[in-house]
């Protein structure tokens, strides 16, 4: 129990601001990645993690509309590939905000995609919250709270990706509502929200995962 203490403070001692967690991909970028790896490499990341924890199961992923989406279609078809029975579910009202990037990786979806709405949440296992990540801008409203809802209603495991949806990750602040994780899957370095008010009981235990970002010039915060 002493380590994993050790190891929380440990990581939250690394966390940044959105901000710059983005500095640090710019700069990956400029010294020759590109972003599609890093999202390639997050979605194999966060499917690793699953498939050490849980056995294969009646999984639901629910995908955004932007780029964490993006990252949970990787996921769902990594762990359907693992022999886990996925169900991927969006919001399919809700106009794309997604980068090429993260269409790319839905087009890579080769199963049905279900509207939030078709979907039994009772009945799955575990439940992989892709729907939004440090980019959300807006409190959660419309289909998005009612998924929210209906997640934390579920019997399932929940694990979110990044930062579970609805916690701002600059301030762990929950203006409306917000997935409530029993795991949260971060990339390359925790999000200060994963350790402050609301966002510290609504992260669960969080899971530092390497991305390979390539810091190159880049000036850690003092």
Known sequence: MSDEIDKEQ???GQAVSKEQMEAMERVHIKA????????DRSAEQAAAFI???????????????GDNGG??????RLLHEAGFEVTVAMDTTDEPRQSPEAQAERNAWHGKIYDFTDVDYSHYKLIVDGLFGTGLHQDLRGSYLKVVKLVNESPAQVVALDIPSGVCSETGDV?????????????HRPK????QKEGKKRSGQVIL???????GDFKEPS
């Open 51 to 65: 498939k050490d924890k849980f056995k294969p199961c009646k999984t639901l992923v629910l995908c955004g509309p």
């Open 10 to 12: 440990e990581d939250k």
């Open 175 to 187: 203006k409306v509502d917000a997935v409530k994780a029993d795991y949260t899957v971060t990339f």
């Open 192 to 195: 200060y929200g994963h350790y």
């Open 209 to 215: 995962r390497d991305v390979g970002i390539v810091m």
């Open 71 to 76: 990252s949970a279609y990787g996921t769902a």
């Open 32 to 39: 020759g990645g590109t972003f599609l790896e890093l999202m």
